[in-house]
């Protein structure tokens, strides 16, 4: 079975930094991509960040470019996410998820669809 924990989450200011954890359990985590998604209330989920089996390629959605940084440590089974300069737009529930394909090479991370396991969440609040 596979598990997905997140950690990390918390009440910051605006400008601070926050690092999510995600240690992943019951799946060969080398063998497939991670994403980083968040959900704030009124809005849809979306991703933020994603990045490959390899940790080769990564991807960030325009509004965090700059500011996150996705990172995997495959003997840990661990993916983070280093968030600096946060704004309060940031304010959401934050999952991480698995990708569903094994050694997937292609540029479909940002879709719910392309994942198949998804953690309970954790929640990022930035106040002024």
């Known amino acids: 079975q596979v598990q997905l924990v997140e950690s990390g989450g918390g009440l910051v200011q605006t400008g601070g930094s926050l690092r999510l954890s995600c240690a992943a359990s019951?799946?060969?985590?080398?063998?497939?991509?991670m994403g980083w998604f968040r959900h704030a209330p009124g809005q849809e989920r979306e991703c933020v960040a994603a990045?490959?089996?390899?940790?080769?390629?990564?991807y960030y959605a325009d509004s965090v470019k700059g500011r996150l940084t996705i990172s995997r440590d495959n003997a840990k089974n661990t993916v983070y996410l280093q968030m600096n300069s946060l704004k309060l737009e940031d304010t959401a529930v934050y999952y991480c998820?698995?990708?569903?394909?094994?050694?997937?090479?292609?540029?479909?991370?940002?879709?719910?669809?392309?994942?198949?396991?998804w953690g309970q969440g954790t929640q990022v609040t930035v106040s002024s």
């Open positions: 990045i490959s089996f390899s940790g080769g390629s990564t």
């Open positions: 019951g799946r060969t985590f080398s063998r497939f991509g």
């Open positions: 998820a698995t990708h569903r394909r094994p050694y997937y090479s292609g540029s479909s991370y940002t879709a719910d669809e392309m994942y198949d396991y």
